[in-house]
């Protein structure tokens, strides 16, 4: 099984800062990757697929990139809004693994 | 528009068995992969199993496999997640979700609001 690990796994940032979080796979898995919002009580939402496809509807500040095994997602300006989980998945073969999530709080 | 909605979640005895379901509207659900994902209390998510277009093709987590069973019924736009040999560690919140293309991607798109499985004695 592939193995999806994110880093780090909290964060805290400012309204206005840019943030970067990172996920590596156990094994090449060219872009089959993707990027998911995640809020309290809430459904995750797909952000970017295709390790740098952004998904219909979602704000232009968000971006993902990477190939093989090593991708980033970067959120250019934070709005306050953007303060929840973040969780990465390799779509490359089955299991479809996640990686175990970077929390992203208020500073 | 999209719509997923879980239902058949609750409290469940350890070794017993609970069938979940998840009925889908707005778009042609013969064509697309469909997938469950779970999220124990306080937990990441975890993918469970998907299922393809026609019923044809299904994948198991390790966790789940000769124990669960995903199966969709075409005619009623429905699908169902049949659970037995329940373990503790199954308790979660179990999502039914759609691929984002009906080539599928294994990308998730829309995802119904969750049903929980409490597995308790």
Same mark, same amino acid.
């Given at each position: 099984d592939i193995q999806m690990t994110q880093s780090p796994s909290s964060l805290s940032a400012s309204v206005g800062d840019r943030v970067t979080i990172t996920c590596r796979a156990s094994? !090449? !898995?060219?872009?089959y990757l993707n990027w998911y919002e995640q809020k309290p009580g809430k459904a995750p939402k797909l952000l970017i697929y295709a390790a740098s496809s952004l998904q219909s509807?979602?704000?232009?500040r968000f971006s993902g990139s990477g190939s093989g095994t090593d991708f980033t997602l970067t959120i250019a300006t934070l709005q306050p809004e953007d303060f929840a989980t973040y969780y990465c998945q390799q779509s490359y073969s089955s299991p479809y693994t996640f990686g175990q999530g970077t929390k992203l709080e208020i500073k | 528009q999209v719509q997923l909605v879980e239902s058949g979640g609750g409290v469940v005895q350890p070794g017993r068995s609970l069938r979940l379901s998840c009925a889908a509207s707005? *778009?042609?659900? @013969?064509t697309y992969a469909m997938h469950w994902v779970r999220q124990a209390p306080g937990k990441g998510l975890e993918w469970v199993a998907v299922i393809s277009h026609d019923g044809n093709s299904k994948y198991y987590a390790d966790s789940v496999k000769g124990r669960f069973t995903f199966s969709r019924d075409n005619s009623k736009n429905t699908l169902s997640l049949q659970m037995n040999s329940l373990r503790a560690e199954d308790t979660a919140v179990y999502f039914c979700a759609r691929d984002r293309s009906t080539v599928a991607? *294994? @990308?998730?798109e829309y995802w119904g609001q969750g049903t929980l499985v409490t597995v308790s004695s």
């Open positions: 094994q !090449i !898995i060219s872009n509807g979602v704000p232009s | 707005g *778009f042609t659900f @013969s991607t *294994f @990308s998730l």
